[in-house]
């Protein structure tokens, strides 16, 4: 079996990520097959750029799963191609409820919108690099940590924006101090041991070098200041989970064990 996964390109990598790494395509094509559990499973990863072209999966194409990326937008931001994902999500949502959603960064708080919840500024503060986050028990559950004598899971992050509460009958995963939603899910509605909805706050698919570089460009424009830019380089080298346990997390909401 092949799995066919949407991929909703929210935003372009800044020039230097760019570069080195590619675009989001490339990122998380890299990202899903380190973190693939079975060696013999196989994924096809089809693009859609919703911010230029506000370009989205054609109906009669059915897709296993929908990702979306992070973006340097607001999620809370009133600009028609915000709106327009917001809306695309709540109607797949709806309509076909067996398609597994999944949110990174920016698009964990756009799912938050999409099923009537909220993404705020987090009055200017940010978060940088690899960060503890402490997990509920259903968090532990779903990064397969309940035997692991540990409540933390570490994840990169790079957002100054977040979900402030839980959206209608989502439940938490994680929090930390600074954002107290760092990952929640959405069961099926048929089956609520199975997971709908997933997302998390952080960046599960960056790399040190991408979370550097960055820190690098944000702080040459102001946008970050001299403790952050300091603080984030020291946390982006840290070891983090990413393409461990929630990279397996991700793989189990859409079947592959």
Known sequence: MVLRLALLL??????????EHGDYLDIFTRFLKSSLPDPNAEFILDAFDV??????PSPDTEYHGIILTGS??????????????VSYIKSTAETKPQVKIIGICFGHQVISRAFGGECVPNNGVWEVGTTDVELTDKGKEIFG???IVTDRQMIQQMHRDHVPS????FILLGSTSVSPVQGMILPCKDNASQVHV??????????PDIVNKIVDAREKSGNMNADTVKDGRARAVRPDDGTGAIGRAIWQV???N
């Open 10 to 19: 929210c935003d372009t990598p800044i020039p230097a990520v760019l570069k």
């Open 51 to 56: 911010v230029n072209r506000q370009e989205y």
């Open 72 to 85: 340097a937008a607001s999620a809370y931001a009133d600009l028609p191609w915000i709106s327009l994902l």
């Open 145 to 147: 940590m309940s035997s």
């Open 166 to 169: 839980l959206p209608p009958k």
């Open 198 to 207: 997933f997302c998390v706050q952080g960046h599960p698919e960056f790399l």
């Open 254 to 256: 859409l079947g592959i």
